[in-house]
């Protein structure tokens, strides 16, 4: 029971924005006092767009400005005019000095007070906007259903994802900065919101991926060549395996490398660590592998190898939320696991 004097709380549908300066930091590194003057005229830009527009800010942070309206439409009117002006403006900018921002926006139920809004609507929308391209807005299905017949903007549909936080994994959309005057992004790598493409956690596990992913792309390669010798680290011979237990043998150093790989791959998407599909692709994939290597030394068979990475290879799929991509990653899977079973029966 509220006391006198307490603000009155109440529940409404709200539509959130969620607004950030890409690169904040290293701006800050570079020039201090320009970067500040900048940042506070981008918060008294994004406030008086935002009142334009019937909304209010609820609150600013350092690079960050958040907003709530009671239309949804309002608010992507808003959310373009920001990306509009700050495209506008970086046109006649050193690239030093542009400020590019990254919005999210989500229509959903908050708790509202005199002066915050509070709620997975609010979590949603913060998550939503790190998804976003510089430049770019990223919304949820809940505002792309609202919007779609209202306005000529280009949609992306990118799929459903698993947001920290969130029980229920949500479909979402994306706006490029090309359709505010910004330049296209030729490449979008899948973003993750728990590591920074720039951290170095982000960079050494990237790095490692891409070189063992490198090197099992080879051997597959290898091993799909009938007069292929089979590879010294990849089979252990039988004559060796006598030499000591064949279990330990065959799960020799470099299997346990790419075993560890997969572990972490797969435990960055489970754990929440991040939503990025390809971490526990590859991580499926990776198990696959070291499966496949630790049966065909113990066995002695090779092909068997190639049966455990298309299976992997095909489980690892399942982790994206587009359709499209899971069908094609399933029929290259297919066509791996019917290399190896001809394979099998060659051998």
């Known amino acids: 029971m509220a006391e006198a004097g307490d603000p009155v ?58 907003g709530d309206f009671d239309s949804i439409v309002e608010a992507l009117d808003c959310a373009t005019s920001i990306q509009r002006s700050l495209h506008s403006e970086n046109a006649s900018r050193l690239d030093e000095e542009r ?69 229920e994994p949500i479909r979402l959309y994306r706006i490029g900065p090309d359709a505010f005057g910004g330049r296209p992004v030729e490449s979008r790598p899948e973003r993750s919101e728990h590591v920074e493409e720039g951290s170095e956690a982000g960079k050494a596990i990237r790095s490692a991926i891409d070189s063992i992913a490198g090197r099992i792309a080879d051997e597959i390669e290898a091993s799909r060549d009938e007069d292929q010798v089979p590879d010294a680290d990849l089979v252990i011979d039988p004559g060796e395996r006598t030499n000591g237990d064949p279990v330990v043998s065959a ?8 075993a560890a790989i997969g572990v972490l791959g797969v435990l960055a998407r ?5 939503d990025n599909a390809w971490y526990p692709f590859v991580g ?13 030394g113990v066995s002695g068979r090779s092909g068997i190898a190639l049966l455990f990475r298309a299976f992997g290879f095909g489980v690892g799929a399942a982790f994206f939320g587009s359709e499209v991509v899971r069908a094609v990653l399933w029929v290259m899977a297919a066509g791996m696991l019917g290399s190896s079973i001809q394979g099998l029966r060659r051998s």
């Open 9 to 66: 709380r109440r529940r409404r549908l709200a539509a959130i924005l969620m607004a950030d300066v890409v690169g904040f930091s290293e701006m800050m590194g570079r020039d201090e006092e320009g970067t500040t003057t900048r940042i506070l005229r981008f918060h008294e830009r994004i406030r008086a767009t935002v009142e334009q527009h019937g909304g209010r800010i609820v609150g600013t942070a350092g690079d960050s400005a958040f």
């Open 99 to 167: 400020i590019e921002a990254r919005i999210g926006l989500h229509l959903g139920d908050v708790i509202v007070d005199e002066y915050n809004v509070f709620g997975d609507g609010v979590n949603i929308a913060a998550r939503l906007e790190q998804l976003a391209d510089p430049g770019g807005i990223v919304l949820s299905e809940a505002v792309y259903q609202q919007v779609r017949g209202r306005s000529d903007l280009p949609f992306e549909e990118i799929g459903s994802r698993t947001l920290k936080n969130i029980a």
């Open 251 to 258: 799960f020799n150093a470099g299997t346990l490398s790419i």
């Open 270 to 274: 489970t754990s929440g660590w991040t």
């Open 284 to 296: 499926a994939w990776f198990l696959g592998i070291a499966l496949g290597r630790l049966v065909a």
